[in-house]
């Protein structure tokens, strides 16, 4: 159905007479300019998709964006405050967890929805809840590595 | 000084024009591999650097940045030479209006034989700039040193002056030769040193551009009509419902039926409102027949290599193992499936491509266009992945196609179910193997054939007197790609190609001769290696996993494998759990050792290591294609499993230093043994071999059953 939608992106509130059964994800990307989310399936398999509606993980792909109505949208553009990484990104570049990077947007939000309900995971936790997101390129064990660095840490990390 | 080569070295100038030092390379580089080793490489004339105004030295590579990491390690090579920081240094890779001709990123090249021409760039450029400084600075060149892109005289530092005043207004040419003096490893002060990542920054802000997310101003996104089926024909079409709904432009040209929307999901829908009748082939073969056609028709056998007496050394063993191995299709599966995004307007035309391969598809699209390949422009930004599987490029040609019929731009970002139907698969492959030892252990028969790999890896990297490799000459792409094929749909280079199965069929057949004598694998392979390179690397490997020598199966589920790939050793050894229940294996620990010669990037060539480990752990566990004939029955990763977290065990990697060497390959050999090393880590925890990748749990069950 076509409706005017409010939500925050990334702090930003966005006003869109849109049909509100569009993919987040193609919303974002086509009417948004916010192209950090990726397309990789289209089915919820792989999760390059992944955003935050409010705290909760969401694969873009398969969320409408009438879903995100009223709420707040985190992209990977959301994380770094005022040209300041968040500590996770700067833990992925430092431990090495990425190499084509297409994957990158959705595990830092994965990972961040994982430290801000569970700020002390195990290794066993982080595998768990990333266990979905496939990364081709084999950066798991520094992804890994990367987000153990962070778990823990400073509260800004969540 | 050379001539130039038309419009890339023209456009070439009037960049430089702006104020800089130019260097021209013309170099006849050793490609050492024939089929890229062509004319055109060497006696082309290509600019590969320029140092701005500003001291910021920008380098054009043909090369493209698909996660392998050349973004950083080529500006190593390029820092060291030139005496710059590598945070100096800006990569333009894979814009074939800007960068010399390269036939692509694959077969581990990068490093290997661009690296070279680049270092000797630097070289020269090195050298024409302290020729500069020293008139300037009124002092001999020889006393000259740089830092940092600063140049100053020996012991008097203020005397010195700078790579960027040096290259504000003078405008120099040299050729750069093979006289160009490359530096030596000790001398190293940004080669052999980790560097992290130059495109981490942009790839965790989200600003790092892949070709779906560059935007034109009236672009449309494609949306194609596919058969259901590879062999497919089209009978009746009627686009008449989906022409009607809003905003959506039918294009039918050249064999392609497209939806055109502003919105991706609405040319989907319209796709899908289309009427289209197919008459489909009879099915020929499936997953499980195709080994059998393969060894009919994947012929005739093409020798590789031979020494000494192949049939008297058969006729006079005893102790053979005659062994038959099979792997199925395997999908790229890049998280990025294919993108191109198209613009032609006034006789030219310009792409964003997530492609291996710009300047081979820049030709393509020319053909298709009728334009000259002047006026085709590929610009590559970041790849998503690649493997091997972004170098035939449809994707290209076709949103090239449609934005010429449409007068606008447009984008074809294929579906992932699109990207496993249009794959160019690693091929199935059946290979034969007989092989015998002496009594004392020596290797002193071995007789080869495979069909459907071709013959990477085929060759062991093993002393053995009496020796026959053969290969299947219809490969189905590669030189022979105008052959018919002998598989049911396109398949084409993957992450090392056909040296995952010809070491998995190799490595494996080594282990189980070793259990036949009763030995030990890692000292069954050191009595029958002579190069010194790889045995001191499996020697590496065994001290750092604390290998204990036994014969298999010892029960404890270690498997060691070598190869010898790109002109690298690697050794690896593996500890694996085999679940006797569910057939499960379950990697504990991998231990990864290489030889790649002197090493550029260390951090870097360890992730290649562990990417191509646990990227390895797909087609050695899980990852094999199911279809029956041209129709593909794994569309989606719902089916079709790629390596997770919870899968990745614990890997550690050795680099032995070998400073000797110049660089050698690192983006493929580390994959070659992880099938091998896992299969004989199986056999090895609970004495059942098996002959088929992937080895999934129905087939670890079936091979405990046939053992009992």
């Given amino acids: ?158 | 000084m050379s001539t130039g080569a038309g419009l890339d070295r023209r456009r070439f100038l009037q960049l430089a024009g702006a104020g800089g030092v130019v260097v021209i390379v013309a170099l006849g580089v050793r490609a050492g591999l024939r089929r890229f080793d062509a004319p055109e490489y060497p006696t082309d004339v290509n600019a590969y650097l320029r140092i701005g105004k500003n001291g910021r030295v920008t380098v054009f590579s043909g090369k493209i940045e698909m996660g392998q990491g050349v973004i950083t390690s080529l500006a190593q090579m390029l820092a060291e030479e030139l005496g710059v920081s590598v945070h100096s240094v800006d990569m333009v890779l894979g814009d074939t209006a800007s960068c010399p001709h390269d036939w692509g990123t694959f077969g581990s090249l990068s490093t290997r034989v661009f690296g070279p021409a680049l270092r000797a760039a630097g070289a020269k450029a090195r050298a024409a700039l302290l020729e500069l400084a020293a008139k300037r600075l009124g002092a001999a060149a020889t006393s000259l040193v740089v830092v940092d892109g600063v140049v100053s005289v020996a012991g008097a530092p203020a005397r010195r002056v700078s790579y960027a005043v040096l290259a504000g207004g003078a405008k120099i040419t040299r050729v750069v030769d093979r006289e160009a003096v490359l530096r030596g490893v000790k001398q190293f002060r940004v080669m052999g040193r980790s560097v992290r990542r130059t495109d981490g920054r942009v790839k965790v802000t989200g600003e790092a551009l892949y070709a779906g997310d560059v935007r034109l101003p009236d672009m449309l996104y494609a949306s194609l009509l596919r058969p259901p089926m590879h062999g497919a024909m089209l009978m009746r079409l009627d686009t008449g419902a989906a022409a009607a709904m809003p905003g959506v432009t039918i294009v039918r040209r050249d064999g392609l039926t497209a939806a055109l929307h502003a919105d991706p999901q609405a040319a989907q829908r319209a796709v899908q409102a289309i009427q289209a009748e197919w008459s489909v082939p009879a099915t020929t073969v499936d997953t499980d027949s195709i080994f059998a056609h393969l060894a009919a028709v994947g012929g005739p056998l093409r020798e590789v290599a031979r020494r000494g007496d192949v049939r008297a050394a058969r006729a006079h063993t005893s102790g053979l193992v005659e062994s038959t191995f099979r792997k199925g299709y395997v999908a790229h599966a890049p998280i990025e499936p294919h993108v191109a995004l198209a613009e032609v307007k006034d006789g030219r035309a310009t792409l964003w491509a997530s492609t291996q391969t710009p300047f081979p598809t820049r030709d393509r699209v020319a053909a298709a266009l009728g334009l000259s390949r002047e006026s085709v422009r590929v610009i590559t930004p970041f790849v998503g992945g690649g493997f091997g599987g972004k170098s035939a490029d449809l994707q290209a040609v076709e949103a090239a196609r449609l934005a010429q019929a449409a007068g606008r731009p447009v984008q074809v970002a294929w579906t992932r179910e699109e990207e496993f139907f249009n794959d160019t698969f690693d091929p199935a492959s059946v290979a034969d193997l007989a092989s015998a030892t002496d009594a004392s252990g020596r290797i002193v028969f071995w007789d080869y054939a495979v069909f459907g790999a071709g013959d990477r890896g085929a060759v062991p990297p093993y002393a053995i007197a009496n020796l026959r490799v053969r290969a299947g000459a219809n490969l189905g792409y590669g030189p022979a790609s105008n052959a018919p094929s002998v598989h049911p749909f396109a398949v084409g280079p993957w992450r090392a190609p056909g040296a995952n199965m010809n070491v998995w069929a190799r490595e494996s057949q080594i282990d189980t001769m070793a259990a036949a004598l009763g030995k030990d694998p890692v000292e069954f392979r050191l009595q029958n290696l002579l190069d010194v390179r790889m045995r001191r690397t499996l020697e590496a490997a065994a001290n750092a996993f604390g290998w204990q020598p036994a014969a298999a199966p010892s029960r404890r589920g270690h498997g060691v494998a070598c190869n010898i790939d790109a002109g690298t050793c690697v050794a690896t050894i593996a500890a694996v759990d085999v679940d006797p229940a569910s057939g499960a294996i379950v990697p504990r620990r991998i231990v990864c050792a290489q030889d790649m010669g002197i090493v550029v990037n260390p951090d870097g060539a360890k992730m290649q290591m562990e990417g191509g480990i646990t990227m390895g752990l797909g087609y050695t566990l899980a990852e094999e294609l199911r279809f029956r004939g041209g129709d593909i029955l794994d569309t989606n990763f719902g089916t079709y499993q790629i390596p997770r977290f919870s899968w990745v065990p614990k890997i550690e990697t050795i680099l032995v230093e070998d400073d000797a060497l110049a660089p050698q390959g690192g983006g493929e050999p580390a994959i070659t043994t992880t099938g091998a090393v896992i299969a004989n880590a199986v056999f090895d925890a609970v004495g059942a071999r098996l002959y088929r990748l992937p080895m999934t749990p129905a087939r670890v069950l079936e091979a405990l059953a046939k053992k009992a």
């Fill in chain 1, 1 to 158: 159905m076509q409706r005017v939608l409010t939500f925050r992106l990334n702090g930003v509130e966005r006003s869109l007479d849109v049909d509100d059964a569009r993919a987040l994800l193609w919303v974002l990307r086509t009417d948004c300019a916010a192209t950090g989310a990726k397309y990789g399936c289209g089915a919820g398999y792989c999760a390059a998709c992944t955003v935050l509606i409010d705290d909760a993980p969401v694969r873009s792909c398969i969320t409408p964006i009438g879903a995100a109505d009223g709420k707040d949208v985190t992209t990977v553009e959301g994380l770094a405050r005022d040209g300041v990484l968040h500590p996770l990104q700067q833990a992925f570049i430092d431990h090495g967890g990425l190499q084509c990077g297409y994957c990158t947007s959705g595990m830092l939000l994965g990972a961040l929805a994982l430290l801000r309900a569970n700020p002390r995971p195990t290794r066993a936790a982080i595998v768990q809840a990333l266990d979905h997101h496939l990364c081709r390129c084999g950066a798991h064990q520094r992804i890994v590595e990367a987000i153990e660095s962070v778990a823990g840490g400073a509260p800004e990390a969540r």
